[in-house]
């Protein structure tokens, strides 16, 4: 996905020296691991909440890979790809519907599909 994507989906841009930071508040479940991860990148109680470059760019993709609803990406400056590409360990909301399905499909003692 592009930015242009991104932002059509609903991202916004917070951007910074070394890397740009894309939130979605639609896609966010609100795990809090982003204010956990780094108090100094992400603070709901500042605006803007999001400040890419408090912390080093290494430090901003740690944190953003344990968001688990997929409502932050990031883009290192000179690189096009958005990072990453789903929440490492997630489901679309489409797997967790067939996820559902297919259990209920199951008759008991049938191993899971």
């Keep these: ?5 991104l932002m059509a989906h609903g991202y916004r841009k917070y951007t ?4 740009d930071v894309y939130f979605n508040l639609s896609v966010c479940t609100y795990s809090g691991n982003c204010v956990r991860g780094n108090h100094a990148i992400f603070d709901t109680k ?3 909440w999001i400040l890419p470059d408090a912390d080093s760019p290494e430090e901003v993709a740690r944190v953003i890979h344990t968001c688990p609803s997929g ?9 096009e790809e958005i990072l990453p590409t789903f929440p490492l360990g997630a489901m679309t909301p489409d797997e967790i519907e067939d996820s559902a399905t297919e259990k209920e499909d199951c008759q008991p003692g049938e191993t899971d599909k």
């Design 1 to 5: 996905m592009n930015e242009s994507e």
């Design 46 to 48: 500042r605006k803007p």
């Design 16 to 19: 910074g020296e070394q890397v």
């Design 71 to 79: 409502a932050l990406k990031y883009r290192l400056k000179g690189s």
